[in-house]
């Protein structure tokens, strides 16, 4: 089950009304400085439309860097939850460590024995 952020107060659906508003208003506001400039200088729609699009790709790109920076935050929590003993397998000891074999067994080969020959 998801938990919500430590170090943040509110529920998910405020925080997500928050931004919505947020990636919607900012490219409007820049839009309306640019359409101001527009009719001031008479320039037509460009700084309109060049304002607009850079506040949304802005944007676009902080909510990425947020998300990014979450998720990372997120997997060390789950990874520090983890308990901390390896397993063998984990260790990365080698077929040559005698001393994680068991007793009783070693590395040898007696294909003598297994072929059935004296």
Do not use: C
Request: charge should be negative; charged fraction near 20%; avoid cysteine.
């Amino acid at each position: 089950m998801a938990r919500a952020p430590r170090n943040r107060t509110g529920t998910g659906s405020e925080d997500g009304l928050a931004k919505a508003i947020e990636i919607v208003m900012t490219p409007a506001l820049f839009a309306a400085a640019g359409f101001g400039l527009d009719r001031w200088w008479g320039t037509g729609p460009w700084l309109a439309l060049s304002f607009g699009m850079v506040a949304f790709i802005g944007k676009l790109l902080v909510e990425w860097y947020r998300y990014a920076e979450r998720m990372h935050v997120h997997e060390q929590e789950i990874a520090a939850g983890r308990p901390t003993e390896r397993r063998s397998i984990d260790r990365g000891a080698g077929a040559d460590d005698s001393a994680s074999l068991p007793t009783g067994v070693s590395l040898e080969s007696d294909t003598a024995a297994t072929l059935g020959q004296p």
